[in-house]
């Protein structure tokens, strides 16, 4: 059975810093992950996509992740934060087009000024 | 573009009141929906999907219920509501030929 794990609920950084958000998640075979931006009180944005292609997936708002499969990590960075990337993080897996989209408990960021 | 629409925004409702809440996609055909929820400071539970119209899935046993009436329409419902059903409601659509999901900007209900 999948699953996901975000190691780390809440993580702070400061303004500049590099951002570094864990995901690890379990398949049998090798799934499309992804990773989600949530702001209060809005519903969740795509950041990026992992889809068997490039293994360093680059996504919106200057992030972006590495899929390692020996790892089975799909690890969330940004070289250096900015107030605006205050946010929930949740990472998805999912095994096929046919399976149910699994997501992690999520990871709350704070970026100290 | 595809857009994704939710209301309303917020609901404060009642104990045993019940409740509609209505999600609509604009710009594609076909989308398979769903329905979540986030409990405060919880992630994302998934409560119902749809494949089809009539077509409705549930994950967890509960008060709710659901109905895809149109292609393009998807709506949660309850007879009666319960404490525990105050959360933020999140529909989200995927298209058939995609792996990823597309959320809409949720509603937040408050029971009372």
């Known amino acids: 059975a999948q699953s996901v794990t975000q190691l780390g609920s809440h993580v702070s950084v400061s303004e500049g810093a590099l951002v570094l958000l864990r995901c690890n998640y379990s398949s049998s075979v090798p799934p499309y992950l992804f990773w989600y931006v949530q702001y209060p009180n809005q519903g969740l944005q795509l950041l990026l996509k992992y889809t068997s292609a490039a293994t360093l997936v680059k996504g919106i708002n200057g992030f972006e992740a590495e899929f390692k499969k020996s790892e089975t990590s799909f690890h969330l960075t940004k070289p250096s934060a900015h107030m605006s990337d205050a946010a929930e993080y949740f990472c998805a897996v999912r095994q096929t087009s046919y399976d149910k989209v699994i997501f992690g408990p999520g990871t709350s960021l704070s970026v100290i000024p | 573009s595809q857009t994704i629409h939710q209301w309303p925004a917020t609901l404060v409702q009642p104990v045993g009141s019940p409740l509609s809440l209505e999600c609509t996609v604009e710009g594609t055909s076909n989308p398979n929906l769903y329905w979540y929820r986030q409990a405060a400071g919880r992630g994302l539970q998934l409560l119902f999907y749809?494949?089809?119209?009539?077509?409705i899935s549930s994950e967890v046993p509960q008060n709710l219920s659901a109905s895809r009436p149109q292609d393009r329409q998807f709506i949660l419902s309850s007879k009666k509501l319960l404490l525990s059903d105050s959360g933020f409601y999140l529909c989200?659509?995927?298209?058939?030929?995609?792996?990823?999901?597309?959320f809409g900007p949720g509603t937040r209900l408050t029971v009372t």
């Open positions: 989200a659509w995927e298209g058939t030929s995609s792996y990823e999901q597309y």
């Open positions: 749809s494949v089809g119209i009539g077509q």
